[in-house]
């Protein structure tokens, strides 16, 4: 590997010096791309055409990408990792994508995910498992499963994701790279497949805060086709990065961090801990004030649910348009209702049928006050608690996840009662749209472990600022995998 | 024993005047080549999201004013979710009626046989229009150029009691909608569709009591004016004969039917017991947005006198009938034709004989608007019936040929040698000439007759193919024929 370790601005330089050209990093691209799926299945499609493209002034051009399969991209193959879209493409671009492609970014290929963005572990997607390149043993999490993976194998410098509960900052953290979703409508939904509208946010996946920074800077904005985007024109979030962060305030939620409110807290979780409260005190280092809160544990209990409630309600209905009659194969059955059946029951997996069932059944007349109103109500008031947060501090910090990666053999999506907060927190970061990112902060046994910073609708300048102080001061910048034997 | 019927209308009106589609910037047109309109939206491709069209929200917005309801502080839309083929992403944008849809609890005066009558509107509400199917011999065939059209839906209390009440609010609402330029209306296009509900009770009952009210029968999608008199009529005919057969329990039933044409009767459908949970839920990719008050007064400052008030004014101000007055008035392109020629200075009787005898006639002949023939206000101003060169009889030719041969007016009078002679000295000429060769019927001649001088002025009308005017003529040919036998 000569170049794909390296960040965007050093590719920028070398690419206007002459050092190297476009081409030949798309080359690299595509060998590793090649190297990476035969050793962990990150793709959906490799694009070997994949052509170099005109060096401007803007960071991304010529360099190579992934994008996650779930943004439409005209004339490539776009399934969303489902067996109902295995030969579906599209004929339109994403507009996160078009944008992307007019400052010059190469899409070399399209990275596998949880089917249709449903599902934590990487493992749901129509073309199989993917593992993750610090153990193979272990889980990427999801369901920007194949995004993560590439991004920590240095196949390229960043790969796009899309978040609708965890799903870019989540495999962040158990590949040890930087996962950053803006706040909500910063960037166009228009050509993602939906997964569920009021919580889908589009971000991305680096080795480093600036090169999230650069790269949303190119994503977003206003788009006629996305009435929940905003004019964001005034938001330069690669230029906001000064590192100076003296007088910013942080809390963390003592629920959630403080190892006492476990009652047999594991050994890696003291670790992770411990990890935790070092970066922290890094942060102190850094000028910033950080203090522990106290939010109430019966609404944090509360969080799971709300989400499980919301999105699959949300979801059933996005996915309806998958019948197999305007594309998808064409099911078998005499009626429409008999080929959308079949097409339906042998194209989704059984976790996703799952998530349907119990989204119709949160929404029929006679369950809807009692589940999807409720969920709404809880939403709201989990959305005014971080937002009494925000009034006072510039942004929560927290752990993320129980601790590193985890086994693929043991109980993927099952939730242990005692870290459930601890696991689904960043959660909040969707149920009020805020601008949320997780950087490493250590490791556990050689796998990475992070911590996410979630901040105030609209002031992503600030978190991200955040962010890039704490990472430079501490050590896991730029890191890529390196496979533990 | 005596009984009254409810019957209520869930009126579809596509709002055909926007220029594009309610969720989408695919045009809003009516075509015959399908699927000629469509973006992706309009398919449910992934990952497609709705644009609301401000217009379609305005047009809304004026009808709820017009029906006197109350307009909401917020706009929003909900999803209804339901799966059918011709709804390629299987929900529907729609809006409910709680919290408060477009408009809500109004009302709406009309006339019906020449009764002032009133009927409740329970809510409008803007939702988006499905794909249309074509049901072939052995295959069903889709067409989305009406997908995502905008519709708006205006649901009425059960206040009608007859099918002729309903019918004549439905055209009253047509012309509503044809004023406010909202809808073209034409039914041939699938424009204005209707559900029907109906029940019947016993007349000495209450009818403000709901407890009262019979088993509600509902008649889906019937798409014609007549065919809902016609449904109503025959429905309450039916519920009444079970009524008195002893079998009202059993065979009137909660149900939906549907309206066939061929048997002239309603036919079961389906039974309310499956009716679908449509799972309503807020549409989360449009956010809810205020209407300001201010875009509320302009929308209220832009609605434009209607058809009723229109014919108000013709009566008082022009002194035409309550006949003629309610046929110019009926259509709203008519009106305007109308209007534009008394503008051009005719004389507004003139101008309305013209219009709802010739042009009526002729439309509803052809089958055709008011849009496709060869004929202006100003056209019809100018040569028809301003112009005293050419008569009456041969006004209605030209009026035939302009159409026919699309000519200007002027220019059929020229090609068919039309113009009159109305010169004094000419017709002097012709009618010595005349008297010049007929001395035997001078001879005959009796002043006393009227009808002696119809064969003077034949013979001079011979001699000019009927292009003398005729009353110059005859007063000249009697004068003469007068002091001749002094």
């Known amino acids: 590997m000569k170049y794909m370790n390296k960040s965007l601005s050093e590719l920028h330089k070398m690419l206007k010096n002459g050092e190297v050209t476009s081409e030949e990093l798309i080359k690299e691209s595509l060998e590793l791309s090649h190297e990476v799926q035969d050793k962990y299945n990150a793709f959906v499609t490799i694009l070997d055409d994949a052509k170099g493209t005109k060096i401007t002034d803007n960071v991304l051009s010529g360099i190579p990408c992934g994008i996650k399969d779930n943004y439409s991209t005209r004339g490539v193959l776009s399934t969303g990792s489902s067996n109902t879209l295995k030969d579906y493409v599209p004929f339109f671009d994403a507009t996160a994508y078009a944008k992307l492609k007019e400052a010059g970014a190469v899409m070399v290929n399209k990275t596998v995910m949880d089917e249709f963005g449903m599902g934590g572990t990487g493992t749901t997607g129509h073309t199989g498992v993917v593992l993750n390149p610090w153990d193979p043993s272990r889980m990427c999490a999801g369901s920007s499963a194949g995004s993560a993976c590439a991004v920590a194998a240095g196949v390229y410098p960043y790969a796009t994701g899309s978040d609708t509960g965890d799903s870019i900052r989540k495999p962040a953290a158990y590949c040890g790279i930087v996962g950053y979703k803006p706040t909500y409508g910063m960037i166009s939904r228009y050509g993602l497949f939906p997964f569920a509208s009021s919580l889908d946010h589009l971000g991305v996946l680096t080795r480093n805060v600036k090169d999230a920074a650069i790269v949303v800077d190119n994503m977003k904005g206003i788009d006629k086709y996305d009435m929940t985007s905003w004019d964001s024109s005034k938001i330069h979030l690669a230029n906001s990065l000064t590192g100076n962060v003296k007088g910013k305030k942080l809390c963390y939620i003592k629920e959630i961090c403080d190892i006492a409110e476990y009652d047999n807290p594991s050994d890696e979780l003291k670790e992770h801990m411990d990890n935790f409260f070092k970066a922290i005190d890094k942060c102190k280092e850094l000028g910033m004030e950080v203090e522990e809160v106290s939010v109430d544990r019966t609404l944090l209990n509360a969080l799971a649910s709300v989400y499980v409630v919301i999105s699959c309600a949300e979801a059933t209905s996005n996915m309806s348009n998958l019948t197999g009659i305007i594309f998808g194969p064409r099911g078998e059955g005499k009626t429409w209702d008999e080929q959308t059946k079949d097409y339906r029951t042998k194209g989704f997996s059984s976790l996703i049928k799952r998530r349907f069932v119990i989204g119709s059944y949160v929404l029929q007349a006679k369950n809807q006050e009692r589940y999807f109103r409720n969920a709404q109500r809880v939403r709201r008031l989990l959305v005014d608690a971080w937002k009494d947060l925000f009034k006072k501090y510039d942004a929560v910090i927290l752990p993320v996840s129980s601790g590193p990666a985890k086994k693929l053999d043991g109980d993927k999506d099952i939730l242990s009662k005692e870290t459930v907060t601890l696991e689904e927190h960043l959660q909040v970061g969707n149920f009020g749209g805020f601008p949320s990112i997780t950087i490493p902060d250590g490791f556990i046994n050689n796998l990475p472990v992070a911590l996410n910073i979630t901040g105030n609708c609209y002031d992503d300048e600030n978190v991200l600022n955040i962010a890039y102080a704490l990472e430079n001061a501490m050590d896991y910048k730029d890191q890529l995998a390196k496979e533990v034997k | ?486």
């Open chain 2, 1 to 486: 024993m005596g009984y009254i019927a409810m019957i209520g209308l869930e009126m579809h009106c596509e709002a055909s005047e926007t220029n594009t589609k309610v969720f989408s910037s695919a045009r809003n047109a009516y075509s015959v080549t399908p699927n000629e309109n469509i973006r992706p939206y309009d398919m449910g491709f992934p990952g497609v999201l709705p644009v609301v069209n401000k217009k379609a929200v305005e047009y809304a917005i004026k009808t709820s004013m017009v029906l006197n309801c109350k307009q909401p502080e917020y706009m929003y839309f909900e999803r209804k979710n339901y799966y059918y083929p011709d709804m390629p992403k299987n929900y529907q944008i729609t809006q409910e009626t709680k919290p408060i849809p477009v408009g809500i609890y109004g009302y709406v005066d009309y006339e019906c046989e020449g009764e002032e009558k009133r009927v409740r509107v329970n809510n409008i509400h803007l939702e988006e229009d499905a794909a249309s199917s074509d049901h072939l011999y052995d295959t069903t065939v889709i067409d989305y150029n009406r997908a995502a059209n905008p519709l708006l839906e205006l649901v009425t209390e059960p206040d009608f009691r007859t099918g002729e009440e309903a019918m004549a609010f439905l055209e009253h609402m047509r012309t509503v909608y044809q004023y406010l330029g909202v809808s073209e209306c034409d039914t041939k296009k699938g424009h204005i569709r209707c559900d029907v509900n109906v029940s019947i009770m016993d007349e000495s009952l209450d009818p403000e009591d709901p407890s009262n009210w019979g088993t509600k029968v509902e008649m889906k999608n019937v798409n014609s004016f007549g065919g809902v008199r016609d449904c109503i009529k025959y429905e309450i005919k039916r519920q009444t004969k079970a009524k008195e057969d002893g079998t009202y329990d059993t065979e009137v039933i909660q149900e939906t039917r549907r309206w066939d044409e061929e048997t002239q009767s309603t036919i079961a459908m389906r039974s309310k017991v499956d009716a679908v949970d449509y799972k309503y839920f807020v549409e989360p990719n449009i956010p809810k947005y205020k209407l300001t008050k201010e875009w509320l007064d302009e929308i209220r400052a832009s609605i434009p006198e209607l058809a009723y008030d229109r014919k108000k004014r013709y009566m008082n101000d022009y002194g035409l009938s309550e006949y003629d007055s309610n046929i110019l008035v009926k259509e709203k392109k008519i009106s305007d034709f109308f209007e534009d020629t008394v503008k051009l200075g005719t004389d507004p009787k003139e101008a309305c004989n013209w219009v709802n005898g010739m042009i009526l006639s002729y439309l509803n002949y052809h089958m055709i608007t008011i849009d496709d023939i060869y004929m202006t206000p100003d056209m019809l101003r100018d040569q028809l019936i301003d112009d005293k060169t050419i008569s009456s009889k041969q006004a209605k030719d030209v009026f035939n040929k302009v159409l026919e041969e699309k000519k200007e007016p002027m220019q059929v009078v020229k090609d068919e040698g039309m113009m009159q002679i109305t010169d004094e000295g000419s017709i002097e000429g012709i009618v010595d000439e005349v008297l010049a060769e007929n001395p035997q019927a001078i001879e005959t001649y009796d002043p006393e007759n009227p009808k002696a001088l119809d064969y003077f002025i034949g013979q001079v009308m011979k001699k000019t193919r009927g292009k003398a005017n005729p009353s110059i003529a005859y007063k000249m040919m009697k004068e003469k024929l007068d002091n001749l036998k002094k």
